[in-house]
Structure formats: C-alpha cells, structure tokens
C-alpha cells in the first residue's frame, strides 16, 4: 500500500525536482490527481481533495513550487487508509497523526456531517436486501422495550438495538462463495452488523483468500473533525475484534479491499490480510462510522463515538480467490 504524506506541503517542496507537473483536475469529485516520482523512481499519484486553491509555480531559479491551500494529500490511487491500533498511515508504515487533514479539507456534502448536521437516518433504503443464505436462528427472540425483537439464539443472539441493527436475515452466507454488489446503509447512528458463518478450513481448502470489495458514493470526511468509516470482525454483534489486528479497518471513505484468509501460510507471507482460524464458527462483520481517537481532535472514545447522524451508504461484493 502507499504510504500517507503527512506534511504535503513539507513533503512536495523537499523533493520539487522530481515534480512532473501532471495536475489532472475532477471536478466532478471536487478532488485532482498530481503525478510524481518517489524516491526510487517510481511513477505515483498525489490525489487532492478540497474546495480550496492549488497553485504551480515555475521559479526564477528553473525550479518548481507546488503551493496547497487548505488540502491534505496522499501518494496513493485510493482515499486515505488508516491502520487499526495507534498508528496511522496503510498499516505498513506509521503516521504522525498530521494527515486526517488539516480542518478545511474533506467537505461534509451532503454526507458527511460532525454529528449536528445531516440527515435522520429515515431515507436510504431499508436494508433488507444482502444475504442470500439462511438465518441462523431458531427464531426464538426477545423484546428489550423498545420494540426491536431481539434473538436469543443463533444469528445476532443478544444484540443491542440501541447502538446496532441486526438481522438474521440479511447475513453474509454462504461466506466462502463471492457474491456480487449489495447496497447498505449506516443509519441512525447505529452499527450495520452482518452475520456470517465460517466454514471450517477443512470445507474451504480449494480457496486461498477471499475479499470484502467496498465502494461508495459518499465523500471523504476528514479524520480531525468528523466521523470516519469503520470495520471489524468479531465473535458477537458489535463485540471486541478478533486478536489479529488485520481483522479491522479505518478509512477515511468506504473504498477498500479488505482480505481474510483461513489458510495460515498465506496469512504470515501477506501483510493487512485478515486471519479468521481453521474452525468453523459464527461471526460478524460490524460497520460503522465514528470518530477515529489517534487523529481526532475532540473527545473520541469507545463511549464518545462521535457519530454522525447522516446517513452513510456504501456497497460490498465478495470475491474469492482459489489456490493457482
């Protein structure tokens, strides 16, 4: 993955002889692409998102000055990734906190939001579209008061209806075979969560890894004053993620590759794959948005999230990927 500028300006000016002056602007996006060499020679893409002003400029001296205003930029063809734990940057490199932006960049659009702007949550869909597998509940359940029917067994067994949405019935079976774009939504301040069951690695020894393809239509939020996209995978609704740290995800917009394997070897020869263990047992994938602590500047804790209360649409594909 590449690694997040955390100073762009800093970072363009130190290494300006290597500019190649390419600016493509997408207005469309409100964002533009600058290409550049690394250090090594290789050819890279600075993507820059804002509302705010660029500005090349070619010196007396023959050299040239990049000027942002109000920008944050990353070497990368993909948004801004931020590693689970403390670090930031891809997870293969630490960031320094600097590169959620700089609080004039990422917009809210129509999408974004700090928590008092955006939508109810009362439009999007209704989320009943996703999985193409059977519950795995017995269809025994509970009430908690608030209307929500909540099971006692099997699939999304003793969820909170306050803080999450589950159902048995929108599920991510079967886990092992891909499946093609679904559309789900962030809502209510609530976490989307997706029950699946695990195979054991004994049924699935013909696939090497397998792939949570995330697209989205919804802008970049900027990770010091707003909410940012969040995903994990855990044994019960909304619980604590797996040991491996690959098995959750930051981002500042829902576009991500995200890998999990049950094949040791090809977990411990690949970095930022996603190990799930050889046993067959029922776990879930939980989506968010929420405040990520390293880079925000407020108060953001477990208890504090930060959530927006606009609504927050993005799509999942599955893929698998069998041994070659």
């Not at 600058?34 to 020679?41: H, K, M």
């Not at 989320?127 to 269809?139: K, L, R, V, Y």
């Not at 208890?303 to 599955?318: I, L």
Request: net charge negative; proline share 4%; with cysteine.
């Amino acid at each position: 993955m590449s690694p997040v500028v955390s100073n762009p300006c800093r970072f363009i000016l130190s290494n300006i002889l290597c500019l190649t002056g390419f600016l493509i602007p997408a207005a469309a996006t409100m964002a533009a692409t600058l290409e550049v060499l690394d250090a090594s020679g290789e050819k890279q893409t600075l993507e820059i998102q804002s509302d705010n002003s660029v500005q090349l400029t070619a010196l007396a001296s023959g050299s040239m000055q990049l000027r942002l205003n109000g920008y944050y930029a990353v070497i990368s063809d993909t948004p801004i990734e931020l590693a689970s734990g403390s670090s930031g940057g891809d997870g293969s490199s630490g960031g320094d906190g600097s590169s959620g932006g700089d609080g004039s960049s990422g917009g809210d659009g129509s999408s974004g939001g700090d928590g008092s702007t955006g939508g109810d949550g009362s439009s999007g869909g209704d989320g009943s579209t996703g999985g193409d597998g059977s519950s795995g509940g017995d269809g025994s359940s509970s009430g908690d008061g608030s209307g929500a029917q909540v099971p006692t067994d099997g699939y999304c067994a003793g969820y909170d209806p306050s803080t999450a949405d589950c159902n048995p019935d929108q599920n991510f079976d079967t886990w092992n075979l891909p499946q093609g774009e679904v559309n789900y939504w962030i809502r209510n301040r609530l976490t989307e969560v997706m029950p699946f069951t695990l195979p054991a690695r004994a049924d699935t020894e013909n696939v090497q890894y397998g792939i949570l393809q995330l697209t989205t239509a919804e802008r970049v939020r900027n990770a010091k004053t707003q909410d940012i996209f969040h995903m994990w995978v855990s044994e019960t609704p909304e619980g604590p993620k797996l040991e491996d740290e690959d098995c959750e995800w930051y981002g500042t917009q829902a576009r991500h590759y995200w890998y999990w394997t049950q094949d040791a070897a090809t977990h411990a020869a690949n970095q930022g794959m996603c190990f799930l263990g050889t046993e067959s047992r029922v776990l879930y994938v939980n989506f968010e948005t929420r405040c990520y602590e390293p880079f925000y500047t407020g108060s953001c804790s477990d208890t504090n999230k930060r959530k927006s209360s606009a609504k927050y649409q993005f799509d999942v594909a599955r893929r698998v990927q069998p041994y070659k």
